[in-house]
T-cell receptor, first 112, second 116 residues
Framework: SQELEQSPQSLIVQEGKNLTINCTSS?????LYWYKQKYGEGLIFLMM?????EEKSHEKITAKLDEKKQQSSLHITASQPSHAGIYLC????????????FGPGTSLSVIP | NAGVMQNPRHLVRRRGQEARLRCSPMKGHSHVYWYRQLPEEGLKFMVY????????ESGMPKERFSAEFPKEGPSILRIQQVVRGDSAAYFC??????????????FGPGTRLTVT
């Protein structure tokens, strides 16, 4: 079965600094999702990547999927306290309605 | 368009009681997924349902847990004879019927179950 690893496990950055979170899969990624979870709340969808080499951006967050489709990175530029939370990468299977397998998450704290 | 709704948001049950968690998917969504997030653990898939059908229940414990998504009404996750180890956040997600297109799942706020 597919397993996802995330690094780092946790991250503390000063406001205004850039940061990168990585997600690595043991198998080919067909659909790769990034979600953000605030403590005690549900998941907020950030981005979905499907094609090798694909890159998407939303505001100050950029996500990339490598050409081999086994690794994704999430990059935040000029971090703000509002970026704090747990970032989860998730992957589903070949079919479009497969369950999503999630990574363990990366906890991000941004110090003002 | 309201998002995925779950209720109750918090549920306290004594050991041996039954817990019923409800999920109303987003309007127009016919696919419902249940996930469980145990303390200090990641988010784990439990079951995937379409209207009146269980499609994939590979993540459901074999005993005490059941799920349904009736023709009318919300999806229900039922846990019978709850034990302390069932204490967790249970999330429901839904996605639209988009044929072969891949679509992200939209998550509800979760139900936090505490078993005393």
């Amino acid at each position: 079965s597919q397993e996802l690893e995330q690094s780092p496990q946790s991250l503390i950055v000063q406001e205004g600094k850039n940061l990168t979170i990585n997600c690595t899969s043991s198998k080919t990624l067909y659909g790769l999702y990034w979600y953000k979870q605030k403590y005690g709340e549900g998941l907020i969808f950030l981005m979905m990547l499907q094609k090798g080499g694909e890159e998407k951006s939303h505001e100050k967050i950029t996500a990339k999927l490598d050409e081999k489709k086994q690794q994704s990175s999430l990059h935040i530029t000029a971090s703000q306290p509002s970026h704090a939370g747990i970032y989860l990468c998730g992957a589903d299977g070949k079919t479009s309605y497969d369950k999503v397998i999630f990574g363990p998450g990366t906890s991000l704290s941004v110090i003002p | 368009n309201a998002g995925v709704m779950q209720n109750p948001r918090h549920l306290v049950r004594r050991r041996g009681q039954e817990a019923r968690l409800r999920c109303s998917p987003m309007k127009g969504h016919s696919h419902v997924y249940w996930y469980r997030q145990l303390p200090e653990e990641g988010l784990k898939f439990m079951v995937y349902l379409q209207k009146e059908n269980i499609i994939d229940e590979s993540g459901m414990p074999k005993e005490r847990f059941s799920a349904e998504f009736p023709k009318e009404g919300p999806s229900i996750l039922r846990i019978q004879q709850v034990v302390r180890g069932d204490s967790a956040a249970y999330f429901c997600a839904s996605s639209p019927n988009a044929g072969s297109l891949r679509y992200e799942q939209y998550f509800g706020p979760g139900t936090r179950l505490t078993v005393t």
